[in-house]
């Protein structure tokens, strides 16, 4: 660890005060754009143009939220994103794990081959293959619907979550695995009854990422989605803002309702997403 | 191959088949179709017509593309060294042994996962030049603030909004930080090492392996950058900040042009390749792997 400062002298007494300072510092930084946000949400059209700014605008004007929700569904775009992301976090659950298991435990020619392959797919990017993919989607009848966001989830859910899992499928031991051969288990019971149980913890690390990515994909439902009635939050907050982005109280009203849901996966998720690079570790 | 030998190798991909079906599909497929379309006239409607290089010519000559090339690059050039930096710094501070560190951690996180749509348009009023947060506090302290969204900025102030997000790179640097052996900086130490030494000799090699991880990810992800800017302004003020991401979305979904986006693709396939290749190819002269004997 490379520390700043030791815990004896006085030296590293100024030391550690002078870091707290630039860290309390720091984190202000990050929090205040989301402060202005909800500061502004609450003021009324004349306390926008205050100098300097009123930080608590008193009383709240709610009626912001009132006027925002009539022209920005706010609980329908909910709704659909929601849709989304479950969809996806299915597809995910189901086929990862299955996929690493074939990477980690199962001894075959080519499993390395094709375990490389997968990783260099990483590096491709995405905007290569969007127009193909799109024709394919086309020509399924499956464009202004949700299957071109949900389906390929079931394919494995993407090469890092399928990397994650079999790195931590390499953990648990061969031995457990091949006692249960001996007694004459399958490698889908196997799979099912002592590697899945065991994957937990992984697994809900690849739920948060899923989730994350499957909530906060704006190039996928733009592509794919014409009918404002499907439009996930994603969608449907930069078109409030495109339409009445000016109205800033009611903008900033629309985008704190819009946060609220990362804000509450947060609080649930932010242990696990903080400290999950240390289960698994991005080497081997 | 042995009777078992061939049996596992069915079982394997038999695994691995959601992943093999999800590849070809949607990898291999598409990356061979978009080369043939990118030789194409094509659009959404109607015949594909063989042209040649024609729409690779085209790229060169069009003024929009290759402004939208070179801004990619100008986001690319301002957001992986800033973001290293940032994300660097962000890192040491927060693996300090103080008791509120985690407060600190978990704000300073918050940030990165908060979708790019929703933190565009708080950007939008954070930086707006009359009553935006920013130039009210440079007001404040007697500066004329900017306009953040003018031709001239945009892509600063784009550049600096995507700092909000250093919180993942700060992650992967803390990991790397916190695996460094605490024997290194002890015996450094008794030498006489100054905490500049110490920095520069045993914490910048020592998390070269995720530096390499950060500049590939981070440069693939610069050169698509695609949401800040198509949310924030469209692509203007006079197509300052449009990058090539969203001049291809425009050129396929937009206007039709299926083919001329295949050759963009294509070319940001190869911008890509070629930065990647060099990244690689420079590591053996800064990349080092503690305790491998490779």
């Known amino acids: 660890m490379y520390y700043l400062f030791k815990n004896k002298t006085l030296r590293s007494f100024i030391f550690r005060n002078v870091v707290r300072l630039i860290l309390i510092f720091i984190t202000f930084i990050y929090i205040l754009p989301f402060i202005w946000m909800l500061s502004t949400s609450f003021k009324d059209d004349r306390e926008l143009f205050l100098f300097p700014p009123k930080w608590f605008p008193w009383p709240p004007v709610w009626q912001n939220y009132n006027k925002a929700l009539q022209r ?63 024709m394919i989607f086309k020509t399924l009848g499956w464009i202004n619907t949700f299957l071109p966001l949900i389906v ?4 494995g859910g993407g090469a890092g979550s399928i990397f994650l899992v079999r790195q931590f499928f390499n953990t648990i031991p061969d031995d457990l695995v091949d006692a249960a051969k001996v007694d004459g288990a399958s490698d889908l019971q ?22 994350l990515g499957a909530w906060n994909n704006y190039f996928g439902p733009l592509i794919y989605l014409t009918d404002e009635n499907k439009y996930p939050l994603s969608l449907g907050l930069p078109t409030f803002f495109s339409l009445y982005g000016t109205y800033w109280n009611q903008m900033m009203a629309a985008a704190t309702m819009s946060v609220i849901p990362t804000i509450i ?10 400290e999950g690079i240390k289960i698994t570790g991005i080497k081997e | 191959m042995s009777k078992t030998e061939r049996k596992e190798f069915i079982k394997g991909l038999l695994f691995i088949s959601p992943w093999l079906i999800g590849f070809l599909i949607f990898t291999v497929y598409p990356i061979f179709a978009s080369l043939y379309m990118s030789f194409t006239e094509y659009s959404i409607v109607g015949e594909s017509k063989w042209i040649g290089f024609s729409n690779y010519k085209k790229l060169f000559t069009d003024i929009l593309s290759m402004k939208a090339i070179s801004n990619t690059l100008y986001y690319a050039a301002g957001l992986v060294p800033l973001g290293l930096i940032v994300g660097l710094v962000l890192a040491i501070l927060l693996v300090q042994p103080l008791k509120e560190i985690i407060f600190y951690r978990t704000t300073i996180y918050f ?8 933190f565009a348009t708080i950007g939008v009023w954070f930086f707006n030049p009359y009553i935006g947060f920013m130039n009210n506090l440079l007001k404040l302290i007697g500066i004329q603030g900017p306009f953040w969204l003018s031709e001239q900025w945009v892509k600063r102030t784009i550049i600096l909004m995507a700092q909000w997000g250093a919180g993942g790179t700060a992650l992967i640097y803390m990991a790397a930080i916190k695996d460094i052996p605490k024997e290194l900086y002890e015996s450094a130490e008794l030498d006489g090492a100054t905490a500049w030494q110490r920095f520069w000799h045993i914490t910048v090699p020592m998390i070269s392996p995720a530096t390499l991880y950060y500049l590939v990810i981070a440069t693939l992800g610069a050169l698509q950058i695609f949401d800040l800017p198509n949310i924030m302004t469209g692509g203007g003020p006079a197509n300052s900040s449009l990058s090539f991401v969203m001049y291809l979305y425009q050129n396929a979904f937009r206007y039709g042009y299926m083919g001329y986006a295949a050759s963009m693709a294509w070319i940001l396939f190869i911008i890509s390749f070629v930065l990647t290749m060099l990244i690689f190819g420079t590591t053996r002269y800064w990349v080092f792997y503690y305790g491998a004997r490779r």
């Open chain 1, 72 to 134: 920005f569904p706010f609980f329908k775009y909910l709704k659909n994103s929601a849709i989304i992301t479950v969809g996806a976090l299915i597809g995910t659950l189901l086929s990862c794990p299955l996929v690493a298991y074939g990477f980690s435990k199962i001894r075959w020619k080519g499993r390395d081959f094709f375990f490389y392959l997968m990783l260099s797919t990483m590096m491709l990017p995405g905007a290569v293959t969007i127009i193909p993919t799109f």
């Open chain 1, 190 to 211: 196997i799979y099912l009854r002592i590697v899945l149980p065991l994957a937990k913890p992984v697994l809900f690390l690849i739920s948060l990422f899923t989730f």
């Open chain 2, 111 to 118: 940030p990165s996962i908060v979708p790019a749509f929703a």
């Open chain 1, 152 to 155: 390929p989830a079931f394919l």
């Open chain 1, 265 to 274: 996966f947060f609080v649930i998720a932010q242990k696990y997403l903080i």
